[in-house]
Protein backbone atom coordinates (compact mmCIF):
# COMPACT_ATOMS: atom_id res chain seq x y z
CA UNK A 1 0.00 0.00 0.00
CA UNK A 2 3.06 2.62 0.75
CA UNK A 3 4.10 1.84 -2.80
CA UNK A 4 0.89 1.95 -4.55
CA UNK A 5 0.49 5.38 -2.08
CA UNK A 6 4.42 7.03 -3.01
CA UNK A 7 3.64 6.22 -6.53
CA UNK A 8 0.33 8.07 -7.09
CA UNK A 9 1.74 10.58 -4.84
CA UNK A 10 4.86 10.76 -6.97
CA UNK A 11 1.97 10.92 -10.43
CA UNK A 12 0.27 14.06 -8.91
CA UNK A 13 3.61 16.32 -8.15
CA UNK A 14 4.50 15.07 -11.46
CA UNK A 15 1.03 16.21 -13.37
CA UNK A 16 1.23 19.43 -11.25
CA UNK A 17 4.43 20.64 -12.36
CA UNK A 18 4.10 19.55 -16.00
CA UNK A 19 0.68 21.93 -16.17
CA UNK A 20 2.96 24.51 -14.36
CA UNK A 21 5.27 24.50 -17.23
CA UNK A 22 2.83 24.99 -19.48
CA UNK A 23 1.45 28.01 -17.51
CA UNK A 24 5.29 29.52 -16.88
CA UNK A 25 6.07 32.81 -18.22
CA UNK A 26 8.60 33.10 -21.31
CA UNK A 27 12.05 32.95 -20.84
CA UNK A 28 13.28 35.78 -23.14
CA UNK A 29 16.25 36.04 -25.13
CA UNK A 30 16.49 39.78 -24.64
CA UNK A 31 14.02 42.44 -23.06
CA UNK A 32 14.65 46.09 -23.04
CA UNK A 33 13.03 49.36 -22.04
CA UNK A 34 13.55 52.16 -24.44
CA UNK A 35 12.92 55.47 -24.60
CA UNK A 36 12.39 57.05 -28.63
CA UNK A 37 11.74 60.36 -29.68
CA UNK A 38 9.54 60.93 -33.02
CA UNK A 39 11.20 59.42 -35.68
CA UNK A 40 14.14 58.33 -34.21
CA UNK A 41 14.88 54.58 -35.33
CA UNK A 42 15.53 51.63 -33.46
CA UNK A 43 17.72 48.98 -35.19
CA UNK A 44 17.75 44.98 -34.63
CA UNK A 45 19.81 42.77 -36.37
CA UNK A 46 19.58 38.95 -35.96
CA UNK A 47 21.71 36.24 -36.69
CA UNK A 48 20.38 32.76 -37.25
CA UNK A 49 22.43 30.54 -39.03
CA UNK A 50 24.12 32.36 -42.08
CA UNK A 51 20.65 34.59 -42.53
CA UNK A 52 20.95 38.06 -40.64
CA UNK A 53 17.33 39.79 -40.51
CA UNK A 54 16.89 43.33 -39.68
CA UNK A 55 14.12 44.70 -37.83
CA UNK A 56 13.84 48.25 -37.05
CA UNK A 57 10.57 50.26 -35.75
CA UNK A 58 10.05 53.96 -35.13
CA UNK A 59 6.66 55.94 -33.74
CA UNK A 60 5.74 58.82 -35.83
CA UNK A 61 2.16 60.53 -33.68
CA UNK A 62 0.86 60.30 -30.95
CA UNK A 63 -3.05 60.28 -31.37
CA UNK A 64 -6.23 59.91 -29.23
CA UNK A 65 -3.71 58.27 -26.57
CA UNK A 66 -2.89 55.85 -29.26
CA UNK A 67 1.08 55.59 -30.81
CA UNK A 68 1.22 55.30 -34.48
CA UNK A 69 3.91 52.33 -34.90
CA UNK A 70 6.19 51.88 -38.33
CA UNK A 71 8.03 48.63 -37.89
CA UNK A 72 9.84 46.64 -40.81
CA UNK A 73 11.18 43.41 -40.61
CA UNK A 74 13.02 41.18 -43.33
CA UNK A 75 11.65 43.93 -45.51
CA UNK A 76 8.04 43.48 -44.95
CA UNK A 77 6.23 46.67 -43.38
CA UNK A 78 4.08 47.00 -40.09
CA UNK A 79 1.62 49.85 -39.49
CA UNK A 80 0.12 49.25 -36.20
CA UNK A 81 -1.18 51.84 -33.01
CA UNK A 82 0.07 50.67 -29.59
CA UNK A 83 -2.32 51.64 -26.99
CA UNK A 84 -1.18 51.87 -23.07
CA UNK A 85 -4.22 49.94 -22.15
CA UNK A 86 -3.90 45.93 -21.56
CA UNK A 87 -5.09 44.30 -24.71
CA UNK A 88 -3.78 46.47 -27.10
CA UNK A 89 -0.55 47.32 -25.51
CA UNK A 90 2.06 45.10 -27.45
CA UNK A 91 2.49 44.15 -30.82
CA UNK A 92 3.79 40.35 -32.01
CA UNK A 93 6.42 39.56 -34.87
CA UNK A 94 7.20 35.92 -35.71
CA UNK A 95 10.89 35.87 -36.42
CA UNK A 96 11.61 32.69 -38.69
CA UNK A 97 9.82 30.61 -40.26
CA UNK A 98 7.66 27.69 -38.51
CA UNK A 99 9.67 23.97 -38.07
CA UNK A 100 7.24 20.64 -38.09
CA UNK A 101 9.55 19.74 -35.92
CA UNK A 102 8.44 22.01 -33.10
CA UNK A 103 5.39 21.77 -30.77
CA UNK A 104 6.31 25.00 -29.15
CA UNK A 105 6.05 28.13 -29.69
CA UNK A 106 8.10 29.98 -32.81
CA UNK A 107 10.42 33.05 -32.10
CA UNK A 108 9.12 36.31 -32.16
CA UNK A 109 9.94 39.75 -31.50
CA UNK A 110 7.12 41.50 -29.36
CA UNK A 111 7.31 45.48 -28.62
CA UNK A 112 5.04 46.74 -25.85
CA UNK A 113 4.14 50.91 -25.48
CA UNK A 114 4.89 51.46 -21.76
CA UNK A 115 4.79 55.22 -21.20
CA UNK A 116 4.10 58.47 -22.99
CA UNK A 117 6.18 61.87 -21.37
CA UNK A 118 4.35 64.52 -22.90
CA UNK A 119 6.49 67.24 -21.30
CA UNK A 120 9.77 65.51 -23.32
CA UNK A 121 7.63 64.08 -26.09
CA UNK A 122 9.37 60.72 -25.86
CA UNK A 123 7.41 57.42 -25.67
CA UNK A 124 8.85 54.59 -23.61
CA UNK A 125 8.74 50.94 -24.62
CA UNK A 126 10.07 47.76 -23.83
CA UNK A 127 10.68 44.95 -26.49
CA UNK A 128 10.84 41.25 -25.79
CA UNK A 129 12.59 38.74 -28.14
CA UNK A 130 11.49 35.00 -27.44
CA UNK A 131 13.63 32.37 -28.84
CA UNK A 132 11.77 29.04 -28.59
CA UNK A 133 13.47 26.26 -29.40
CA UNK A 134 15.35 27.59 -32.17
CA UNK A 135 18.95 29.25 -32.23
CA UNK A 136 19.90 33.08 -32.95
CA UNK A 137 21.66 35.93 -32.03
CA UNK A 138 21.62 39.95 -31.47
CA UNK A 139 24.72 40.99 -33.56
CA UNK A 140 23.49 44.93 -33.91
CA UNK A 141 21.83 46.71 -31.53
CA UNK A 142 21.28 50.05 -31.08
CA UNK A 143 19.29 54.10 -32.25
CA UNK A 144 19.46 55.24 -35.31
CA UNK A 145 19.13 59.11 -35.47
CA UNK A 146 15.98 60.46 -37.37
CA UNK A 147 15.49 60.02 -41.23
CA UNK A 148 13.45 58.71 -43.94
CA UNK A 149 11.52 54.97 -42.98
CA UNK A 150 13.78 52.71 -45.32
CA UNK A 151 16.67 53.83 -43.59
CA UNK A 152 18.72 52.45 -41.23
Not at 20 to 27: E, G, H, N, Q, R
Not at 48 to 67: D, I, M, Q, V
Request: glycine share 4%.
Amino acid sequence: MKIFTLFSLSAILSAILGVSMLFAPPVWKAERFIELNKDEFYLLTLQAREAAKTLFFRWTLLKNEGLVMHLNYDSFPHQFILYQDYQRRCYKVPLLKPEQKYYSEEPFFMLCFKDYHRTKKVATLKYYLYQGNRDFNIIDERKVPNGGFSAH
